[in-house]
């Protein structure tokens, strides 16, 4: 239980920070508050500038995993999706009923401006197509910062809930994502060391602090078995002696393989040999295969985030 | 058969086999020197030193032998294998500027596992290697038919249809990766990687060892073989059996490389217009000394791999493409400069 409340702290500022402003019409400053309901905008501050938005839109599009598993936990209808084989959690999205907008990288322009949506949302893979989107309807990047990953979810989570008119309902969430971060903290402080490897083609790349695996160690504090240099969002290719060399106490497997078959069957045949198995975590079965669509496809959302914490805590308390 | 060299020309040959005497030793030794650096460079402490020291547990014994020797070896024979693949290849299409990844071979073994991958996801390695090996054997196949079929075998053409071949392949096997969610993987087979090579996982390159011999062998017949079946028959050999051995050899070097190192690029183009180049054209000559450049060629740029990033690695696909194309460049500009 370190420091909870410092956490608190940062995110009430980061909420404060974030310049939303509610308005009645648009440029018609004069009448006020409007009383909530159809016309009402507000102006969202996002990664790529400003962005006039109707409250509560009716028809959103989403490119973000992670905002679409948001807005799903919030009970928000998303009326378009990339195409995608979605995970578990969000596989009703792949049904006929909802308007595929392109793939994960590239929108797909013409079903786009066909559905005329209310808002668009999209985030790193889809940044560069801001100006294009934004000629088709109102469009947002609620990209989360890797920089400062759980303060940029926390933002993101804060405008949608602002956008969707659940303010409280997202505020209650980010406590309980807190209070379960502080939980995961205090078991990480006393579970050693960790690694964290993902496995491709029989292939291992090791994710360090700072990297899009980053959140086991930065925010839940599991301490890095070794200085990895964070380059980009990249891992850093390793040999199976550079596992045996660490030798964490907790060995963290994301298996890229598993988009067919089962999540962990692949990265587990690859991973057992004699040098990874002479680990401390393998001799202590401390060796977690968290679920890929998870960690690589969804990120940032209310409800995946929970999931993510509680994966890493049940390893750390195994 | 007819032996190889016929007597009357050892006047002439004795000055030209003194080069290669002197030359083949320091190469020898140079593959050795190289073998022994790859054995003691890694993330793990293990050093002559290490390995003789009573208080060592053992430890730095144990991975010599699970990890570096088994690496090296698959090294040595990865080398040596692609190496006379792209030999045989060249000798078969009658071209010097092919190999089996321009071709369509590594592609179609690349199809091969995408296909077993998605039908059969627990499909053995063996099974996955067999369906891979099938799928090369039929690229190659269609690739020499095509040849086959193209009245003027233009020296530009044939590497040209080879590369077209393969980039019609290559485009059906990115859609169904991309289809099926394994473009991720799909770039780990396309490039070949030895970080994860280590004991168990690389006894299948002993076969690509025993078919790198069965090449040496045979190596005369694949030059007939090249120069059609009608001359080839008049030779008194089985044109379509010589042919089918060839194409066996390199599909199957191919499909156990891609299976389980990944793609090796440019080995199979540079190493044997390397070896034309120092010593000439006799194919039996030429064989161990395309094994044995194959073999140095991928050793160094393994280890280079390993060192430039300590204790991270650059896969020996990335590092050969820098490496290969630099020397394909000096082989191309090299030629010209001949013809001038």
Known sequence: MKNPVKLKVAAAAAVSALTLSACGGTADAGSGQAANGAGTTLTVEHAQGSTEVSVSPETVYTFDLGVLDSLNSLGVTVAGVPQATLPESLAAYEADGYTKIGSMKEPDFEAIAAGAPDLIIISGRTADYYDELSEIAPTIDLSVDQAAQVESFKDV????????????????????????????????????TGLVVLTSGGELTAYGAGSRFGLIHDVLGVKPAADIS?????????????IAETDPDHLFV????????????????????????????????????????????????????????????????? | MITATPPAEAGSATARRRFPALHAVLAVLAVVALSVASLFIGVSDVSPAALLSDSDDGTAGRILLISRIPRTLAILLTGMAVGVAGLILQLMARNKFVEPSTVGTVESAMLGI????????????????GVAAVF??????????VLRRIPLRNTLIVPLVGIMLGGIIGAVTTFCAYRFDLL????????????????????????????????????????VAGMGSEFTTNLGLNYRAVMSLGLVIVSLISAVVVVTVGAVPFLGLVVPNLVSILIGDNVRRSVPWVALLGAGLVLLCDVLGRLIRFPYEIPVGTVLSVVGAAGFLYLLLRSRRRVA
């Open chain 2, 136 to 145: 090369a054997v039929a690229g190659t196949a269609l690739f020499l038919l």
């Open chain 2, 114 to 129: 995408l296909v077993v991958t998605v039908l059969v996801p627990a499909a053995p390695l063996l099974a996955k290697m």
């Open chain 2, 184 to 223: 991720q993987s799909l770039n780990s087979w396309m490039i070949g990687d030895f970080s994860g090579v280590i004991a168990g996982r690389y006894e299948f390159l002993w076969l690509v060892g025993a078919l790198t011999a069965a090449g040496y062998f045979a190596a005369d017949r694949f030059t």
């Open chain 1, 230 to 242: 964070a380059d980009g969002a990249h891992g850093q290719s390793i040999s199976f002696e550079f």
């Open chain 1, 157 to 192: 989570s804060t405008t949608l809930g602002r956008i969707f008119e659940q303010e409280d309902e997202v505020a209650e969430r980010l406590t309980a994502i807190d209070a379960s971060v502080a939980d995961a903290k205090a078991n990480a402080a006393e579970a050693g």
């Open chain 1, 254 to 318: 994301i298996d890229r393989d598993s988009a067919i078959g089962e999540s962990g069957d692949a990265a587990s045949a690859v991973l057992d040999n004699e040098l990874v198995n002479g680990t401390t975590a393998a001799a202590e079965d401390n060796i977690a295969y968290l679920d890929a669509a998870s960690w690589y496809l969804v990120g940032y959302g209310l409800g995946n985030v929970e999931a993510m914490i509680s994966s890493v805590n049940d390893a750390l308390t195994n």
